[in-house]
Structures are given as structure tokens and as C-alpha cells.
């Protein structure tokens, strides 16, 4: 009997998994599309759309490697969902028993939230609720994430010339602390400190892709997409 409960439970989980694939087209993200192995483990996360926008962004780290993202296509949770593999086109994905972390990217803000606070709804007797990565193949979440407070102002920021190729300006209207470059996958390749509102970031060593500028100005992060030819 438990067997038939966990088939009918992943059968369901399935059936939602095709309708959400047919919502979810192949438009520009902020968050790199994360491609994996579907023979290895695939751990299945659903997103609650409450505090969102369609078009924002929910992104899974295991540290700083991204291991599966989507874009909030729909006010239904379970036509938001996110694959996070094991193992990505790439190499190592996540590890079974690391803590889960979440990003989230609010479109209509242009803004990056790091560590978003999360829980788990047991949607079934079968669903994951740990906060960390499962080690059973197919096992899958319902993720309820915190109610952001998008009110507030941030400090305008402006990044030119995009796309470039050898140096980039960083104008703010107030000090810059920080500015940390990331590439598609969440590794860190670039960090500089900094006191001044205007700053100039030689990218010439990069190559060429899509990467994730950082910038600290006044304790907050503004993060901006930066294309590099």
C-alpha cells in the first residue's frame, strides 16, 4: 500500500511537471538555464508564487554553485517548479545533506536577493522537508519562500558600456564599497573594494559570456547583468 501511495503521489508530481514545462519558454533570464544528467539524481523543487511578480526569478545554490533555476510563469504553485541536478552538463551539481540556498531575482526592481528564508510545506507524506539537499533520486518540494518588502529605494547605479570588452564605468550617487563579478554558474572571478562613487573595472581577462555584477553601496547589493565580447 505505501508502494501505490508513492507512485500515485510522483505520478501527480509528473502530471504538473508537463503542464508547467508547457508555460515555461526559453526567454532571457537573469539566472544562467541550468542543464544536467536526468540519469543521475533530479530533485524537484515547486515554488508558492505568494509575493511575486510573473517574470521574477528563483534560482537553488549549493554554495555558490547554481544548481537549478526558473522564472515565475504562473500564480499557481505547482506551474513554477525548478530541476536541481545532481550532476550538471558541467560537473558536480549537488551534494546530498548540503544546505539548500535560495536567490531570488525581482524583475520589475532590476534587484538580486541573496539567502532567501524558506520553508518547506509537506504537500504530501513523501515530500522533502529538510532544508537540505535529499539523497533519494525524484524527491521533490513545495517552497513557501519569505514575503520581501519591496518598498524602499536604492541607490541609483549605472554600468556602461554593456555589452563591452575591456573596461567598464560604475557610476553611483553615493560611495561604492564593493563590486564582485560573477560568472553564469555563481563562481566568484572578480573583487574589487572600494570608497569612491565612481569606479572603473577592467574586464579584459574575462571571457566572453554573460556575468553578474555586484555592487555594495550603502550595506545593499544592486546586481546587474553584464555582457562581455
Keep these: 500500500m505505501k508502494t501505490l501511495k508513492i507512485n500515485i503521489a510522483a505520478g501527480l508530481i509528473l502530471a504538473m511537471m508537463i503542464v508547467a514545462s508547457s508555460l515555461q519558454a526559453e526567454n532571457e533570464s537573469f539566472f544562467e538555464k541550468v542543464r544536467g544528467n536526468a540519469e543521475d539524481a533530479v530533485y524537484t523543487i515547486f515554488i508558492d508564487p505568494a ?9 537553488v545554490f549549493d554554495g555558490n554553485t547554481l544548481v537549478g533555476s526558473t522564472v515565475i510563469v504562473s500564480d499557481k504553485a505547482f506551474e513554477n517548479f525548478i530541476p536541481v541536478f545532481a550532476t550538471l552538463n558541467e560537473g558536480r551539481g549537488y551534494q546530498a545533506g548540503n544546505a539548500i540556498s535560495i536567490r531570488i531575482w525581482l524583475s520589475q526592481e532590476n534587484r538580486e536577493v541573496n539567502d532567501v528564508p524558506f520553508t518547506f510545506v509537506a504537500i504530501t507524506p513523501e515530500a522533502h522537508t529538510s532544508p537540505s539537499f535529499p539523497a533519494e533520486d525524484a524527491a521533490y518540494s513545495l517552497a513557501a519562500l519569505k514575503s520581501l518588502d519591496k518598498a524602499g529605494s536604492q541607490a541609483m ?51 566572453q559570456g554573460v556575468y553578474v555584477v555586484r555592487t555594495t553601496v550603502e550595506g545593499e547589493f544592486i546586481t546587474q547583468r553584464l555582457v562581455v565580447r
Design 51 to 59: 509575493g511575486f511578480e510573473i517574470g521574477d526569478e528563483v534560482a
Design 157 to 207: 547605479l549605472r554600468m556602461y558600456p554593456n555589452p563591452a570588452n575591456h573596461v567598464v564605468t560604475l557610476l553611483s550617487d553615493v560611495n561604492i564599497s564593493k563590486v564582485e563579478v560573477f560568472s553564469s554558474m555563481g563562481q566568484l572571478v572578480m573583487a574589487y573594494e572600494h570608497n569612491e562613487e565612481q569606479m572603473q573595472l577592467d574586464i579584459s581577462a574575462l571571457r
